[in-house]
């Protein structure tokens, strides 16, 4: 989700201002995917990297965050939307930590869609994380070095409960992943689009789904095997 502060100073405003229209477009594309029928969707609303910012916006952006979750979480869970939160939590305000708790536990028996908030994220982290889990395994005597898969990594490596991400967006004309889900994107198909995240809408989100309607995904085959497949 970029392009929050751009879309302020274009408009002579605070960034702030930038990142409360931000978060209306959270609550359209939110229910926008409900209404679509899709079943995930994670948002990247605050990376690892993003504690370089001034403390003067971390600090406006952890307490929308706050207010954010305290005001719209009755809304999701009447929409049957299960919430939950990726990242690295130890570095957020007590208040915080204990909302994203509640907010868990509350919605986990939702099924209409699973809402993923990354935050205090970063894919490096997460990666490292996994292989800690691992290595862990290994000092229990569990398993030795040389029984290390894939499958294993990917076992301990955050949202494995769920499938790959099939789309991943970029709002806000960088065409960059910042450390994002990068185990987990392997196969997920890029869609880097000019729109700022304030103006990000309905139809801006159906334009990157058409998009990533007319591609062949081909996970290392041919396209001719492909088709066959298809066919099959
Ligand atoms: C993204 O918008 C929101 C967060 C990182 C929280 P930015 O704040 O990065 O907006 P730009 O890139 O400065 O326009
Ligand atoms: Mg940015």
């Not at 204990?98 to 699973?114: C, F, G, Q, S, Y």
């Not at 894919?123 to 070095?145: F, L, N, S, T, Y």
């Amino acid at each position: 989700m970029d392009g929050n502060g751009r879309w302020a100073r274009s408009r002579m405003l605070p960034r702030y201002v930038g990142h409360r229209e931000g978060v209306k477009t959270v609550r359209r594309i939110v229910e926008a995917c409900r209404n679509k029928g899709i079943k995930v969707l994670t948002l990247f609303a605050f990376s690892s990297e993003n504690w370089r910012r001034p403390s003067e916006e971390v600090g406006l952006l952890m307490d929308l965050f706050i207010r954010t979750l305290k005001k719209e979480i009755d809304t999701l869970h009447k929409n049957g939307i299960r919430i939950r939160f990726i990242g690295d939590h130890s570095a957020f305000p007590g208040d915080l930590r204990d909302l994203i708790v509640k907010a868990e536990t509350r919605t986990k028996m939702n099924t209409e869609l699973d809402l993923v908030i990354a935050a205090n994220y970063g894919g490096h982290w997460d990666i490292v994380e996994a292989c800690r889990r691992v290595a862990e395994r290994i000092a229990a005597g569990e398993c030795k070095p040389e029984d290390i898969t894939t499958e294993m990594i990917a076992g301990e490596i955050s949202l494995t409960d769920l499938p790959e991400p099939d789309l991943f967006i970029r709002t806000g004309g960088e065409q960059r992943i910042s450390n994002f889900l990068l185990w987990q994107l392997a196969y997920t198909e890029l869609y880097f689009t000019e729109t700022l995240w304030p103006a990000f809408d309905e139809h801006a989100l159906d334009d990157a789904i058409r998009s990533y309607a007319s591609r062949q995904r081909r996970f290392g085959r041919t396209g001719e095997q492909v088709e066959q497949l298809k066919g099959a």
